[in-house]
């Protein structure tokens, strides 16, 4: 790892190739980054060939996990493609520079704000509306501006796995593991002893499908991470480590799932869940007309959100994705095998009377209470026959997951 005195001087003279003169970075104020990344906010000395008085650094150093070290040419590609937007369109940072070989990302200072994190766990409900609000906004303006340009980011995406082959073998197993990740979870949860009905079963399936789906395809982060999610003027995303073009009903329900795999946010409620997806129709009602149905909204993002649950329990119980992979035969899961085998039952779904969990299967099974609970309360809403029977295979596995027993 080198340090930030090396760092900065990479940068320096990333930014004199990129930009000319001499430039002298200073003051570097270290941020809190996504995973191992090292991020820094550096004062710029004032020079007339480069307007920029502060800059933000990244430094995204190998750390041997496949997928964590393939993400480099995605978020590039993902920030030139944001960047390339109209300036009222780009849902975060421009990019100034980066050298992929020196793993290293220069991106323009969105400013201070607070994170969705603190936002969020702040106690006034009407601030909370507010700022679920502005996040439904500043979603749909993304996905409505970035609907149909899936082509330029591929053309983007490609110019950069041929410059660096080396990442292509691996740039896409994030999205390759999503499928086998949510039969996984399903497979794991029957093993651990809960009945998953049919209904479960077809959205499970559903949400494979509209993994691949032309439907509804716009530009996104998909992890949505709320401690890389700011509000200053606007609200502003600035990790697309997993960018590409997805159907975006998988951010609704990353939202309304409490974002699935990050502790420390209460979940929205059923209020504030109508809020958000309020004002993220507004914004997309010309581009996905039917988004105003709210059965069809509903049906769709529950497929999501069921995909997220299953999903989350395959890494939860691997303990990264990256793990559920290397526990798999990868052939077998590109031929879409099902008879694979899912392992043991999960310790992680027993009741909580039933063991003794660490400290850190506690915060998994927290992350996956919070899931479930927000998929019960979700499904609870709907008016598909299929919806109450999903709410309460949703309660059960909440139930054995809760911290109390009693609950």
């Known amino acids: 790892m080198p340090s930030s005195s090396e760092i900065i001087a990479k940068a320096e003279r990333l930014l004199r190739h990129r930009f000319g003169g001499v430039q002298r970075l200073s003051e ?77 990302i220069v991106l323009t200072d969105v400013g201070d704000g607070d994170t969705l994190a603190s936002l969020l766990s702040r106690p006034d409900p009407t601030a909370r509306r507010q700022i679920v609000r502005d996040l439904g906004v500043a979603l749909g303006r993304m996905h409505a501006a970035t609907a149909g340009r899936e082509e330029h980011f591929r053309v983007l995406l490609s110019r950069m796995l041929t410059a660096h082959p080396e990442a292509e073998a691996a740039y896409d197993l994030r999205d390759r593991s999503l499928v086998p990740a949510i039969d996984l979870g399903t497979d794991i949860l029957q093993r651990s002893g809960v009945a998953v009905p049919a209904a479960v079963h077809t959205l499970a399936d559903r949400a494979v499908r509209k993994l691949s789906s032309t439907r509804a395809r716009a530009f996104t982060p998909f992890d949505l991470s709320p401690d890389n999610i700011i509000a200053t003027q606007r609200v502003k995303f600035l990790d697309y480590k997993w960018a590409d073009f997805r159907d975006v009903t998988f951010d609704l329900a990353c939202v309304i799932g409490g974002f699935p795999q990050y502790l420390g946010t209460q979940p929205l409620t059923d209020e504030e869940t109508d809020v958000f997806l309020r004002s993220w129709v507004n914004e997309v009602r010309t581009v996905w007309p039917t988004a105003t149905r709210a059965d069809y909204l509903h049906s769709n993002i529950l497929a999501a959100l069921v995909g997220w649950a299953c999903s989350s329990v395959a890494l939860m119980h691997y303990g990264s994705l990256a793990g559920a992979l290397t526990a798999l035969d990868t052939a077998a899961l590109d031929a879409g095998d099902d008879d694979q085998d899912a392992g043991e039952p999960s310790e992680l779904l027993l009741p909580a009377a039933d063991k003794e969990f660490s400290a850190e299967q506690r915060m998994m099974r927290l992350d996956l209470y919070e899931t479930f609970s927000a998929l019960a309360r979700f499904a609870a809403l709907g008016t598909e026959p299929g919806d109450g029977c999903v709410a309460e295979f949703a309660r059960i596995v909440s139930a054995r997951l809760a911290q109390d027993p009693e609950a």
């Open 28 to 104: 570097p104020e270290r941020l809190s980054g996504s995973g191992s990344a090292e991020v820094f906010r550096i004062r710029v000395a004032n020079q007339p060939l480069f307007p920029h008085r502060s800059v933000i650094l990244k430094y995204v150093p190998e750390t041997g996990d496949i997928l964590d070290d393939a993400t480099l040419c995605r978020e590039v590609a993902a920030y030139q493609f944001t960047t390339s937007l109209a300036p009222q369109h780009q849902p975060g940072p421009t990019l100034l520079a980066h050298d992929i070989t020196d793993r290293l």
